[in-house]
């Protein structure tokens, strides 16, 4: 098992084991490809990328730096000042063993494609922060793991979906903000979050440990052990 960063690791020793490896997703035979370099796909793609950077705001900036953090307390904005690792450590050890996965999963479909940063096309992109060359552009991690989080999170708190929904919205689009993504790298972190989260949800190995901080984090928000009905409809 991972160490992790979110929860001391005396406190991972008590908690149930999590499952070793997440269920494998080929991405790249599910995703569209990437534009084509120099075609009016990517060209589009880049001027997505500069008007966004031409209006970001100080504001906009320091919200999207903020939103570097692979961390699903990224959504204590939906969440509240009790969504915190400290209160949540069975919820934190879920969501870091999520974020293992993701990445594990993200890193082979960008080397399958080594599609290359908005910066590294054209100079007139000013990055936010400096990625590494070799951490290719498509999809985007940020916003793939934000979708898997929003997935997970919308079906312990149905009652909340539109709110978590509209946070992973805006935790992707920060990617673009940063200058490090194009729109089509977010759209695809879109799509690979969505089947990653849902694969989880379906995989047996990961059951007991959804149960166990989905009912921890309902309980932390004073809500019943189960939605009601209409929490439960997709709106």
């Not at 050890?93 to 293992?100: E, G, N, Y």
Request: zero cysteines.
């Amino acid at each position: 098992m991972r160490k992790t960063i979110l929860v001391p690791l005396l406190l991972l020793a008590a908690l149930p084991a999590f499952a070793a490896d997440g269920p494998a997703v080929d991405l790249a035979a599910l995703l569209p490809p990437p534009p084509a370099s120099g075609s009016p796909a990517a060209r589009r793609d880049l001027q997505g990328v500069l008007d966004v950077q031409a209006h970001r705001t100080p504001a906009e900036a320091a919200a999207a730096r903020a939103d570097e953090a692979h961390s699903v307390f990224r959504y204590a904005d939906v969440f509240g000042a009790a969504f915190t690792p400290q209160e949540l450590p069975r919820t934190a050890a879920l969501f870091a063993r999520v974020v293992a996965y993701d990445k594990g999963e993200v890193k082979a479909v960008k080397a399958y494609w080594h599609h290359p940063r908005p910066a590294l096309v054209s100079h007139a992109v000013h990055p936010l922060s400096q990625e590494r060359p070799d951490d290719w552009s498509y999809p985007s991690g940020h916003s793939t793991l934000g979708y898997t989080e929003a997935v997970l999170l919308a079906n312990m708190v149905p009652e909340r979906r539109a709110a978590i929904f509209a946070r992973a919205d805006l935790y992707a689009q920060h990617r673009i903000v940063m200058g490090v993504h194009y729109p089509s790298d977010v759209e695809a972190g879109r799509l690979a979050g969505t089947v990653l989260g849902g694969r989880l949800l379906a995989d047996p190995a990961w059951q007991a440990d959804f149960d166990a901080a989905r009912a921890e984090l309902r309980a932390a928000l004073q809500l019943p052990a189960e939605p009601a009905a209409a929490a439960l409809a997709v709106h």
